[in-house]
Nanobody
Framework: VQLQASGGELVQAGGSLRLSCAAS????????MGWFRQAPGKEREFVAA????????VYADSVKGRFTISRDNAKNMVYLRMNSLKYEDTAVYYC?????????????????WGQGTLVTVSS
């Protein structure tokens, strides 16, 4: 599975963005999907995850209530809607795919990773 994340850009604090993750090579309808991020000088951290059917979602406490993960299996796409962006949301955002139907925040559960898209939030 190849993953291509896009949608990152410079945005003002309080603004919104939608990140997209396009999967190719294999249908992701049986894969759990996740978004992670890595800020400069910090380790990669979990943001959000969604089960293969989209029924189950989980979020990091830092983004709960502001971010929404969703997927369209017919289009082989996963999305991350980000509202009320804060300066501390600045990071490279990665989408990832797990061969299990849901891996939550467990990074090692994700086998496939995209190249990342940069989100910069100005204060």
């Amino acid at each position: 599975v190849q993953l291509q994340a896009s949608g990152g850009e410079l945005v003002q604090a309080g603004g919104s963005l939608r990140l997209s993750c396009a999967a190719s090579g294999r249908t992701i309808s049986s894969y759990g999907m996740g978004w992670f991020r890595q800020a400069p000088g910090k380790e990669r951290e979990f943001v959000a995850a969604i089960s293969n059917g989209g029924v189950t979602t989980v979020y990091a406490d830092s983004v709960k209530g502001r971010f929404t993960i969703s997927r369209d299996n017919a289009k082989n796409m996963v999305y991350l809607r980000m509202n009320s962006l804060k300066y501390e949301d600045t990071a490279v955002y990665y989408c990832a795919a797990s061969e299990t139907n849901f891996s939550g925040s467990y990074q090692r559960g994700y086998r496939y990773w995209g190249q990342g898209t940069l989100v910069t939030v100005s204060s």
